[in-house]
């Protein structure tokens, strides 16, 4: 955890106690290929750690790969089969799309990502039909380390920013936006610690 980004979220007095509150965090990113956390993130939607982990080892058994299949070897898995591992019938087509454009080299890998903007790696992923923003700013915070996101429409953000700073309502995804913009350039830490502010006594 970088202290610079540190010391000026903590020139917010709120901020700087929920960091105190919380503590340290590892924001070590998971470097996988964007394919491969495309493809995480949609498995997980709206379901619980558990529930997707069960669903993602079923995916991943379905090619004896002993890693993550490639794109061509997904799209040679019929949607039936998909489904069998647990999947729903959208996200089956989500995953079936999302390797048809990364087999077509429309997903770019990690080092195309490394030389592209935050705001173009967000276009050009949102055009994929089952990727939104919200997913592509996840990629962009744990899987690409990208220190300056913050995911305003994000509900656990949202709540956070709620609880840390004692509001009566839920702040509007705009509101935060205007809020957020003092912890620039480092709100990938902000909203991480927002996240464990659910959490935090």
Same mark, same amino acid.
């Given at each position: 955890?970088?202290?610079?980004?540190?010391?000026?979220?903590?020139?917010?007095?709120?901020?700087?106690?929920?960091?105190?509150?919380?503590?340290?965090?590892?924001?070590?990113?998971?470097?996988?290929?964007?394919?491969?956390?495309?493809?995480?993130?949609? %498995?997980? =939607?709206?379901?619980?750690? /558990?529930?997707? @982990?069960?669903?993602?080892?079923?995916? !991943?058994?379905? #090619? $004896?790969? +002993?890693?993550?299949?490639?794109?061509?070897?997904?799209?040679?898995?019929?949607?039936?089969?998909?489904?069998?591992?647990?999947?729903?019938?959208?996200?089956?087509?989500?995953?079936?799309?999302?390797?048809?454009?990364?087999?077509?080299?429309?997903?770019?890998?990690?080092?195309?990502?490394?030389?592209?903007?935050?705001?173009?790696? %967000?276009? =050009?992923?949102?055009?994929? /039909?089952?990727? @939104?923003?919200?997913?592509?700013?996840? !990629?962009?915070? #744990? $899987?690409? +380390?990208?220190?300056?996101?913050?995911?305003?429409?994000?509900?656990?953000?949202?709540?956070?920013?709620?609880?840390?700073?004692?509001?009566?309502?839920?702040?509007?995804?705009?509101?935060?936006?205007?809020?957020?913009?003092?912890?620039?350039?480092?709100?990938?830490?902000?909203?991480?610690?927002?996240?464990?502010?659910?959490?935090?006594?």
């Amino acid at each position: 955890m970088s202290k610079r980004a540190l010391d000026h979220l903590k020139t917010d007095p709120v901020m700087a106690g929920l960091i105190e509150r919380v503590g340290p965090m590892n924001l070590r990113p998971r470097r996988l290929q964007p394919f491969e956390s495309l493809v995480h993130a949609v %498995i997980h =939607q709206q379901l619980n750690g /558990k529930a997707a @982990g069960t669903i993602l080892a079923r995916f !991943l058994a379905l #090619f $004896n790969s +002993g890693g993550f299949p490639a794109p061509e070897a997904v799209l040679k898995q019929s949607p039936e089969r998909l489904r069998d591992a647990g999947l729903s019938r959208p996200k089956t087509s989500y995953i079936l799309g999302i390797a048809r454009q990364a087999a077509d080299g429309h997903i770019p890998g990690l080092n195309d990502c490394d030389r592209m903007t935050d705001a173009e790696i %967000i276009d =050009q992923l949102t055009e994929v /039909k089952g990727v @939104g923003r919200w997913t592509v700013e996840m !990629l962009l915070i #744990f $899987n690409l +380390g990208r220190p300056d996101v913050l995911p305003v429409d994000d509900l656990g953000v949202r709540k956070g920013f709620q609880r840390a700073y004692a509001k009566r309502k839920l702040p509007e995804p705009e509101q935060l936006a205007r809020y957020g913009a003092q912890w620039a350039p480092y709100r990938s830490t902000a909203a991480r610690y927002l996240w464990r502010a659910n959490d935090a006594p």
